[in-house]
């Protein structure tokens, strides 16, 4: 019985401080808590405040978006902050910033490549070298660009399909933007055979691609005779269109025919390949043909 006596003093005394830490603490957790509240008006005043100013800068949505979480997610760590070293007051402001340096230098490194992305998600909404709507190549992988995010871009390839491409890959190599401008020069081979007029010749293509409904009439179409080929004397055929895709495979198709109809009715040569073969010696040629 006196070591029931005994146990069940400990636990009244235990309780009992318990309860006048919790006491004398409680006028300081009110206050935390009164803290946070004011800072939670704080928050949602400059949050309304944030949307009419970033709606009047005309940002992109993801832009926008990510500044009001920022903002959001600054606002209550320094909140929780205050709050934390108002009830544990040796929770002083030099330990914080020891604790948050150490666990960010930890969190680096364990998510170095999602940082390293959001890094760079955040400076191509900033820098926008490209738009949604723009059709873009980087390293072999080319598409119409759907969504920018702080993570990732996503692209819609021509044939449909759609690629999420990480953003510090778009941030790190070459980009071409090929729908910056609203044209788009465009270059096609084309060889005549060595007998044909090289200015006949010229005249002939110049006058089709003009013809070309699809042809920027605005630029000059410029046909050089370009290099002697195997078969055929090779012309470079330029001409300017519109700057998208169905527009550039369109105009390819429709200049290739006003061409080859132009060569034909002006009786102009496109050869075929072909070898001449040279013997040091004649070749012995064996008559099989039985009489």
């Known amino acids: 019985m006196e070591k029931l006596k005994g146990a069940t003093d400990i636990v009244l ?8 830490s919790f006491l004398a603490q409680l006028p300081n957790v009110v206050l935390a808590i009164v803290v946070l509240i004011v800072f939670w008006g704080i928050n949602r005043l400059l949050g309304k405040f ?9 940002l992109r949505l993801s832009l926008s978006e990510l500044l009001k979480k920022i903002t959001n997610i600054s606002i209550w760590v320094f909140a ?12 002083t402001p030099s330990k914080i910033l ?7 230098i930890a969190i680096g490194f364990a998510f170095k490549d999602i940082f390293e992305n959001f890094l760079a998600g955040i400076l191509i909404l900033f820098r926008e070298p490209f738009e949604i709507g723009d059709f873009i190549e980087c390293e072999g992988l080319e598409g119409t660009v759907e969504d920018i995010t702080i993570r990732d871009t996503n692209i819609r390839r021509v044939d449909g399909q759609r690629i999420v491409v990480p953003n510090a890959m778009l941030f790190k190599n070459p980009i071409y933007v090929r729908t910056d401008k609203d044209i788009r020069r465009i270059t096609i081979m084309c060889g005549i055979a060595y007998g044909e007029d090289i200015g006949r010749v ?9 013809d070309v409904d699809i042809v920027k009439k605005s630029q000059e ?12 004397i090779d012309f470079e055929v330029t001409w300017w269109t519109g700057s998208s895709q169905l527009e550039i495979r369109a105009s390819k198709d429709k200049v290739v025919e006003a061409v080859k109809k132009a060569l034909d009715h002006a009786g102009i040569e496109i050869p075929f390949p072909y070898r001449t073969l040279t013997f040091k010696e004649p070749i012995k040629v064996n008559d099989n043909t039985q009489s």
């Open 13 to 20: 005394k235990s309780v009992t401080s318990m309860g006048e």
């Open 50 to 58: 944030l949307d009419s100013f970033l709606d009047k800068l005309r």
């Open 80 to 91: 929780s902050l205050v709050a934390a070293t108002i009830i544990f007051p040796s929770f």
């Open 98 to 104: 020891t604790i948050v340096g150490l666990s960010s």
């Open 202 to 210: 010229r005249d002939v293509i110049r006058k089709a691609v003009k």
């Open 221 to 232: 179409v410029q046909i050089f005779a370009d290099s002697f080929g195997s078969s055929s």
